[in-house]
C-alpha cells in the first residue's frame, strides 16, 4: 500500500486501512475480519459501533455538536459529576487528549506551588514514563526518543526509577522546591510495566507526599475507563490522589480529556488561569457519559477483570516452555508480553493472522482490546497471539 504524502510522515503505518467495525472486530475491504487488540491504542472502550454509544451520540448531534465555554454546558456537568462521583475528587478540568489532561495537571502543580510560595517547582517524574508529545509532557516524558531534536526540553522535572521509592525519599530529604510526584500507576507505552506491588506503592507514594505537602498526580489516560478491572487503577489501592487525568478510553473514540482535582487546586484556581475551545464540549462529554453509562450497565469493569485473567493465565501456559518469552503480565485487559528481542514486526506478521496488536518499547506485546470482549473472541485471540509468537521464534 503506498503511504499518501500529503499526510505529514509522523508515524509508521501498517499496511492496511479498515471499512468498518463492529464491537472487537474490524473489517478490511475483502470482507477479512481482523481482532482489534489495539482498540485505538486503548480507546475503544466499548467496542466499535456500539448500539447504545451510536444512539446516544445520534440524539446529541441533533442538538448541537458544540457552544463554547462561555456558556453552561449540561453534558459537561453531567460528565463531571460522574467523574466526580466515582472517584472521591472534587472538580474536573476537561480538554480534548491525554497530553492536553496532563498539561493541565503540570499547570495546576505550579500554580499550587506559587501560591505556597515556591518560586521555582520542581515535579518527580519516572525513568519510562510516558506522558505525551506536547512540550511539557514531552519534558515529563522519560524516554530519550521522544524528546530528541526538540531541546530545550522544560525546566522543572526530577527524574527517578519507576518503583523505587527509596530514590523519592532521597529527594524528600534534599530538595525543597518539589511540589508533586508525577506517575502512571502501571507504565503503558514504557512496556505494560506494573509496580511490584500497586497498593503498596501507591500508599507510600501519598506517604510521602502528605508528609511534605505535595501533589500526588496519577496519568491515567491508558490505565482508566476500566481497563485495568477498575475505573481507575487507583482504586485497587487506599489512596486517593490530589490530580488524576484521563483521556483514552473515556470517549470511546470521540477526543476528550480530563484532569480530575481535589480542593487542594480547586481553592487555589481562578476564571481565566486556563481554558481550551473545545474542552468539554456536548458531543464530547456525551460520549464520556455514554461510556460510563455502558460500562456500568454491561458490568465491564468485571468482564475486563476476568476476560484480563483469562487471556493472561492461557498466554502463560501456552508460552511457558519458551525461552523468548520473558514475562505475561496484566492487570484486567492492560496485558504486556515480553520477550528476549525486539519483536516490532509482529505488529504486520499479526494482521496475517487475523490480529491488530501493538509493540510497545521495542520487545513488549501490548493487548488492549475493548472492555466487551467476550469467551470466544478471548479464545480466538489466545490462539492466534499463541501461534504468531511460536511462529516468530521458531523462525529465528
Ligand atoms: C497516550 C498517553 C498519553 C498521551 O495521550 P494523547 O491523547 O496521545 O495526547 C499520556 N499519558 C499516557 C499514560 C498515555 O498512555
Request: glycine share 10%.
Amino acid at each position: 500500500m503506498e503511504s499518501n504524502t500529503s499526510i505529514l510522515n509522523t508515524y509508521g503505518r501498517l499496511p492496511i486501512s479498515f471499512e468498518k467495525g463492529s464491537g472487537v472486530w474490524l473489517f478490511d475491504k475483502q470482507g477479512n475480519r481482523y481482532l482489534d487488540a489495539l482498540a485505538g491504542v486503548a480507546v475503544n472502550t466499548v467496542g466499535h459501533t456500539h448500539p447504545v454509544l451510536i444512539e446516544g451520540l445520534k440524539n446529541q448531534l441533533d442538538c448541537f455538536i458544540h457552544v463554547s465555554n462561555y456558556v453552561n454546558i449540561k453534558e459537561q456537568e453531567n460528565l463531571s459529576s460522574k467523574l466526580t462521583a466515582l472517584t472521591g475528587l472534587d472538580a474536573v478540568f476537561f480538554s480534548n487528549s491525554g497530553c492536553e489532561a496532563n498539561e493541565a495537571a503540570i499547570k495546576f502543580a505550579r500554580l499550587y506551588a506559587h501560591s505556597h510560595g515556591i518560586q521555582s517547582p520542581e515535579i518527580i517524574v519516572m525513568e519510562q514514563s510516558f506522558h505525551g508529545r506536547t512540550m511539557a509532557t514531552l519534558s515529563a516524558t522519560g524516554n530519550r526518543k521522544v524528546q530528541a531534536g526538540f531541546e530545550p526540553l522544560l525546566k522543572g522535572f526530577i527524574r527517578v526509577p519507576f518503583d523505587d521509592l527509596d530514590s523519592v525519599k532521597k529527594i524528600a530529604e534534599q530538595n525543597k522546591n518539589v511540589v508533586a510526584i508525577f506517575v502512571e500507576p502501571i507504565q503503558g507505552e514504557g512496556g505494560v510495566r506494573l509496580p511490584e506491588n500497586l497498593n503498596l506503592y501507591l500508599n507510600e507514594l501519598k506517604n510521602i507526599c502528605e508528609q511534605n505537602n505535595w501533589l500526588l498526580m496519577l496519568d491515567e489516560v491508558q490505565t482508566g475507563i476500566g481497563r485495568t478491572g477498575k475505573l481507575y487503577a487507583y482504586q485497587y489501592s487506599d489512596i486517593k490522589p490530589d490530580v488524576l487525568t484521563s483521556a483514552k478510553g473515556l470517549g470511546s473514540g470521540v477526543p476528550i480529556g480530563a484532569t480530575l482535582v481535589n480542593n487542594k487546586i480547586t481553592n487555589i484556581i481562578k476564571p481565566g488561569q486556563h481554558g481550551s475551545t473545545f474542552g468539554g464540549n456536548p458531543l464530547a462529554c456525551s460520549a464520556g457519559c455514554l461510556t460510563l453509562d455502558i460500562i456500568q450497565s454491561e458490568n465491564l469493569l468485571l468482564n475486563a477483570t476476568i476476560q484480563g485473567a483469562k487471556i493472561a493465565h492461557e498466554l502463560r501456559t501456552n508460552l511457558k516452555n519458551l525461552i523468548a518469552v520473558q514475562d505475561v503480565r496484566h492487570l484486567g485487559l492492560m496485558i504486556g508480553i515480553e520477550l528476549n528481542q525486539n519483536c516490532t514486526e509482529l505488529m504486520t506478521t499479526g494482521l496475517k493472522h487475523g490480529l491488530l496488536i501493538s509493540v510497545t518499547s521495542g520487545n513488549v506485546i501490548r493487548i488492549v482490546p475493548p472492555l466487551v470482549i467476550n469467551d470466544n473472541e478471548s479464545d480466538f485471540l489466545v490462539a492466534k497471539l499463541t501461534l504468531l509468537i511460536k511462529e516468530f521464534i521458531g523462525s529465528k
